[in-house]
């Protein structure tokens, strides 16, 4: 292992604002709001404030499986919320999630907001009769493990491995090492448990996959932090097995376009009003008539 450069911590940690890396601009040790700024409000009950990262997409999943078992009161007004340009920081999303963080929903039937994607997802399948949440305790309790798996996982994957491989200003051999340690033991856990099970909780779909598969199955596909022949993806065949079944459904392929910026634009939806919006108001058609 190459040799780190020293490092002495202060006695006191006080923040540098221009810490280096991609995220350096949005990160701060206070929360609380930067500016003045209501939130739009839609037409339907539900309002969600996102962006279609892995943890945004988790919520759009899941709304969109939702309308697709014919639960009309799962409408919603899908509102994007520019991280790079401190939208989180507004009055109006603090209001909401005082963790400034996506994704963020408020219903407005309920006068609840929810944050944190798992609790959203939970909130979402209690609401609508246990959808995607088993309501036997056997079968209720495997489907939680693997949400609070996730839950407790993902930040050593996003926050740990993509910040030091992808994002961070300099390379480090040591937190790189370690992150991709974590991360191949992670995707190993999931492909044991995958090659006798259909689904996470067993052999029925549920909210536990919809919150595993937008950062466990993207990664085997190789699109996430461009680490796919670093991380040897192609090792985890159950992991690939149930992301191509996942990804083939109609409503996580719907799911995954609410609330992106980037990629193909036929594949941006920027914000969603109405179901319709997927067929005429994809950022490829709004530039075209523009």
């Given at each position: 292992?190459s040799?780190?450069?020293?490092?002495?911590?202060?006695?006191?940690?006080?923040?540098?604002?221009?810490?280096?890396?991609?995220?350096?601009?949005?990160?701060?040790?206070?929360a609380?709001?930067?500016?003045?700024?209501?939130?739009?409000?839609?037409?339907?009950?539900?309002?969600?404030?996102?962006?279609?990262?892995?943890?945004?997409?988790?919520?759009?999943?899941?709304?969109?499986?939702?309308?697709?078992?014919?639960?009309?009161?799962?409408?919603?007004?899908?509102?994007?919320?520019?991280?790079?340009?401190?939208?989180?920081?507004?009055?109006?999303?603090?209001?909401?999630?005082?963790?400034?963080?996506?994704?963020?929903?408020?219903?407005?039937?309920?006068d609840?907001?929810?944050?944190?994607?798992?609790?959203?997802?939970?909130?979402?399948?209690?609401?609508?009769?246990?959808?995607?949440?088993?309501?036997?305790?056997?079968?209720?309790?495997?489907?939680?493990?693997?949400?609070?798996?996730?839950?407790?996982?993902?930040?050593?994957?996003?926050?740990?491995?993509?910040?030091?491989?992808?994002?961070?200003?300099?390379?480090?051999?040591?937190?790189?090492?370690?992150?991709?340690?974590?991360?191949?033991?992670?995707l190993d856990?999931?492909?044991?448990?995958?090659?006798?099970?259909?689904?996470?909780?067993?052999?029925?779909?549920?909210?536990?996959?919809?919150?595993?598969?937008?950062?466990?199955?993207?990664?085997?596909?190789?699109?996430?932090?461009?680490?796919?022949?670093?991380?040897?993806?192609?090792?985890?065949?159950?992991?690939?097995?149930?992301?191509?079944?996942?990804?083939?459904?109609?409503?996580?392929?719907?799911?995954?376009m609410?609330?992106?910026?980037?990629?193909?634009?036929?594949?941006?939806?920027?914000?969603?009003?109405?179901?319709?919006?997927?067929?005429?108001?994809?950022?490829?058609?709004?530039?075209?008539?523009?």
């Amino acid at each position: 292992m190459s040799t780190p450069s020293e490092y002495v911590p202060p006695k006191v940690w006080t923040w540098e604002q221009e810490s280096g890396g991609t995220f350096a601009s949005i990160n701060r040790p206070i929360a609380g709001a930067t500016h003045d700024k209501e939130l739009p409000v839609g037409k339907h009950p539900l309002q969600l404030y996102s962006l279609a990262t892995p943890n945004g997409q988790k919520v759009t999943i899941m709304l969109e499986e939702l309308l697709a078992l014919g639960i009309t009161e799962a409408e919603y007004d899908a509102w994007l919320i520019r991280i790079g340009e401190g939208d989180q920081f507004s009055s109006g999303f603090v209001d909401v999630n005082p963790n400034s963080k996506i994704p963020a929903l408020f219903d407005t039937t309920a006068d609840q907001r929810v944050f944190e994607s798992g609790a959203i997802l939970m909130y979402l399948a209690e609401k609508f009769d246990s959808a995607f949440l088993p309501t036997d305790l056997k079968a209720r309790t495997e489907c939680l493990n693997w949400v609070f798996w996730l839950q407790g996982s993902a930040p050593y994957f996003g926050g740990g491995f993509g910040h030091f491989y992808a994002y961070a200003p300099e390379k480090f051999e040591y937190p790189i090492n370690r992150f991709a340690m974590e991360a191949k033991r992670q995707l190993d856990v999931l492909d044991r448990h995958l090659a006798d099970h259909e689904y996470l909780a067993g052999s029925d779909y549920t909210i536990a996959d919809m919150l595993t598969w937008p950062w466990y199955g993207r990664t085997v596909r190789g699109e996430s932090y461009d680490a796919g022949e670093f991380l040897s993806v192609h090792e985890y065949e159950n992991v690939i097995r149930w992301e191509k079944q996942i990804s083939a459904r109609k409503a996580v392929q719907r799911g995954v376009m609410v609330n992106r910026t980037h990629g193909p634009l036929e594949g941006q939806l920027r914000e969603r009003h109405d179901a319709s919006d997927f067929e005429t108001k994809t950022q490829d058609k709004i530039e075209a008539g523009a």
